[in-house]
């Protein structure tokens, strides 16, 4: 079965760290780009980071310098480690391809952070 699975969300005090799995089926993940995205309350869901097969990444604005992103090519696995986390990062985090596939939205991992 076609899936991806995310991971890792939870309540996080502003300035704290969480690390995020999406654990993806492997006609999904070889050889493709895979990312993260998000999507608080009330708005759009957003880009936030994507890796390329070969390991290259490429971040959002909001998230650089404090977000990284990887992948496990052996497991077909998607991290996101969060660093310096703030109040709006709050959002429920997904994985998917890069463009992604409306099919393969899973049911994301709430990310809260709050004092």
């Known amino acids: 079965q076609v899936q991806l699975v995310e991971s890792g969300g939870g309540l996080v005090q502003p300035g704290g760290s969480l690390r995020l799995s999406c654990a993806a089926s492997g006609s999904i993940f070889s050889g493709n780009a895979m990312g993260w995205y998000r999507q608080a309350p009330g708005n759009q869901r957003d880009f936030v980071a994507t890796i390329t097969s070969g390991g290259s990444a490429i971040y959002a604005n909001s998230v650089k310098g404090r977000f990284t992103i990887s992948r496990d090519n052996v497991k077909n696995m998607v991290y996101l480690q969060m660093n310096s986390l703030k109040p709006e990062d709050t959002a429920v985090y997904y994985c998917?391809?890069?463009?992604?596939?409306?099919?393969?939205w899973g049911q994301g991992t709430l990310v809260t952070v709050s004092s």
């Open positions: 998917n391809k890069v463009p992604p596939r409306p099919v393969f």
